[in-house]
Structures are given as C-alpha cells and as structure tokens.
C-alpha cells in the first residue's frame, strides 16, 4: 500500500529565515506531487504540482519555490520567510492517469514570528 | 474553468440526527467528484468519489453521495451523525486530463450531544 510522509509537523521559524519542508511517497512510482496551504479558517490554496522529477508548475506567484529531486520526493523551499508564508502545509499524491484522486500527508505546521 | 461552491459554512448537528452537505459544481462535462474530510490539526482523508455511473455512491464512515446533473450538485449524506464526525469537510472537483482538483472552501460539522 502507499503512504506518505511530511515532515516536520510542526515548525516555528522566525521572519526571514530559510524554510524547507519535504515530502516523501512511498509504494508507487512516478506519482503526481502536489504542494497545498492551508490558512487559518481557510480553504485549500493550491502552491505547486508535479508531474516528473524537474517538472514543477507554479499557481501562486510567491516568495515560496518546489522542487522535486527524485521520483518520490517534493520539497517546498524559501530563502526568506515572510509573516504571511504562516499556515498549514499539505502534501498530496495522485497516480498519474488516475483521474486524479489525491491522497494527502499528515501536514506541516507553520508559524511564522 | 471548474469551480465548486459549498455554501454553508458552518453546520451543527445533534448527534444521532441525519446529515447533508451540499456542493455545488460547475463544469461542462462530466465531472469527477470527491468528498473528503478534514480532523483538525490532520491531512484530509478521501470519504468517497463519482466518476461515472451509479449516481448514488457509497463511501467509508457510513457516508453517501448523490450526484445530480441537473442540479450541478454532489451533497454529502449520512443517516446518524456520530459525535467523531466532528470535521471539516472538503467538496472537489477534477476532470479528465487535469492533474489538479478543485476545492470549495469547506464545511466545518459540529456535533451537539
């Protein structure tokens, strides 16, 4: 079966710090990665997906970036946190071709001070 | 461009009372929908999903779905709450070669005794 992994669960990082939280699958190959934020109250805002190691597309203009290393892997990336990058951060997967249902991480916990 | 509209907030429900969550969708073919439910502080867990056929679908908790074309709606129904339905609960959208969902803004379920 697969899962997936995100760690840490929780951060506490000060404003502009670096940021890096990672994403890992397991017990499938070439999955569709997706970066998710969560504001306080709020919906899903989607950050970034993947279809491929290299590939990323972007739906949000931030100061946040994604990458994907290795098949099974997606990082979310800052150089410089802002006050507003505070939230929760989901990770999800979905088997390409699949229609596309998506199976979630257990999240990141984010706050900003 | 897909979009989905879950209109209600916030709902309280005394337990042992029936429930139903409404979503809107908007798209102009077939739509693949999904319903999935969110615990506070926890990923979002996959409670069920349409993609064709039966237009009445069954998912895990005990929990129903009724997909009506006619009315663009996909509502979310259970016979007996039980106080651990307590959640945040997630309408989405998705469609055939689109790798991404789209989500409404959530429904938070508060159970009274």
């Known amino acids: 079966s697969q899962t997936i992994h995100q760690w840490p669960a929780t951060l506490v990082q000060p404003v502009g710090s670096p940021l890096s939280l990672e994403c890992t699958v397991e017990?499938?190959?070439?999955?569709?990665l997706y970066w998710y934020r969560q504001a306080a109250g709020r919906g899903l805002q989607l950050l970034f997906y993947?279809?491929?190691?290299?590939?990323i597309s972007s739906e949000v203009p931030q100061n946040l970036s994604a990458s994907r290393p290795q098949d099974r892997q997606f990082i979310l990336s800052s150089k410089k946190l802002l006050l507003s990058d505070s939230g929760f951060y989901l990770c999800?997967?979905?088997?390409?071709?699949?229609?596309?249902?998506?199976?979630f991480g257990p999240g990141t916990r984010l706050t900003v001070t | 461009a897909q979009s989905v509209t879950q209109p209600d907030i916030h709902i309280t429900v005394s337990e042992g009372a029936s429930l139903e969550l409404r979503c809107n969708y908007s798209?102009?073919?077939?739509?693949?929908l999904f319903w999935y439910v969110q615990s506070p502080g926890q990923g979002l867990q996959l409670l069920l999903k349409?993609?064709?056929?039966?237009?009445l679908v069954q998912g895990i908790k005990g929990f129903e779905a009724e997909f009506k074309r006619s009315q663009s709606s996909f509502n979310l129904r259970k016979p007996s709450v039980h106080w651990s339905d307590a959640a945040e609960y997630f309408c989405?959208?998705?469609?055939?070669?689109?790798?991404?969902?789209?989500f409404g803004t959530g429904t938070r379920l508060t159970i009274i005794p």
């Open positions: 798209y102009g073919a077939t739509p693949y």
């Open positions: 993947s279809v491929g190691i290299g590939q």
């Open positions: 349409y993609f064709s056929g039966d237009t």
């Open positions: 999800a997967w979905s088997k390409a071709g699949a229609r596309y249902e998506q199976y």
């Open positions: 989405a959208v998705g469609s055939f070669g689109n790798e991404k969902l789209t």
């Open positions: 017990g499938t190959s070439n999955p569709n």
